[in-house]
């Protein structure tokens, strides 16, 4: 993989929560939506099939968002309307940073800095130079143990708030 995709290492991110199925996921999802104020850039990482879109799917529903949720892996930005925008990207396809103009990268950066909207990214390595010194959450899907469901870690710049830990809380079950 190239340096533009890479996952970041397990041990920068404190242990996470356990999701033992997908519609964990979701669920976790759904509990981080109930968090959001709109403005906030949440940054996915994890390998093929590791939930984020479910994660992400979870998080439009309880957002309010009535459409089809789908990887954006193809059309790299899907956008959704329900109690915030949200703009979900995926730059697993994408080549060059050159490329995040050609989407529209900046106007919806503008966006989610005016708070009517949230941006999710998967696969976000292109992105990170764009967020210059905007905060961020950054979620991590390793697999769980024995090779069953997911862990999901978290950290952010700045330090995410106590209500974000607590539902990321190590040793925890997602719901």
Known sequence: MDPLHDIPAADGFPPGVLATVPADTAELGARAAALLRGGEVLLLHGGLGAGKTCFVQGLCAALGVTTEVVSPTFTLVNTYDGRFRVHHLDFYRLDAVSDLDDIGLPDLLDEVAEGSAVLAAEWPGPLLRSLGRTPFLEFLALTGP???????????RPEPATAWRAVFRPGGVAC
Request: proline share 0%; hydrophobic share 25%; charged share 35%.
């Open 146 to 156: 024995g090779g069953m469901g997911r862990e999901w870690r978290l950290r952010g």
